[in-house]
């Protein structure tokens, strides 16, 4: 945590300790929206954090590159350790299960993007929607 401080007061701000919980209730999640992170640091055991110093926090953590979000449906963003996101999210439409697959998935895709536009894609906040093997057999 010494590190993430001299990291804050880099860019003018502070180790509060707001945002060690925050980045802690992250880590353990795994992924979590802002909502669950906030019911998470609710229950560490320390005082009330209002949602609103929350999504504060996830920016500032993000800024810093300490965490990252993907958006896995229309509704908030998922956050999840920057050193996290080394996979695609895999979104079914039928029942909402949501799976991993490693970035290296996504290889082909992103050469042949850059080859045609010239465009280096990010896909580490990437989500793919589709219908899991399940539902799939359900359709058939």
Known sequence: MS???ARLRAQGKRLTSQRERVLAAVG???HGTPEEIAD???GDGGSAVP???VYRAL???QELGLVGHTHVDHRAPSYHLADHATHLHLVCRGCGWVG???LDAADELVTRVDERLGFAADVSHAAIHGL???CRE???
């Open 138 to 140: 359900k359709s058939s």
């Open 51 to 53: 949602a609103s110093t």
């Open 100 to 102: 991993e697959v490693d």
């Open 3 to 5: 590190d993430l401080g």
């Open 28 to 30: 353990r999640l795994g």
């Open 40 to 42: 998470a640091v609710a």
């Open 59 to 61: 920016d500032a953590l």
């Open 132 to 134: 899991c093997r399940s």
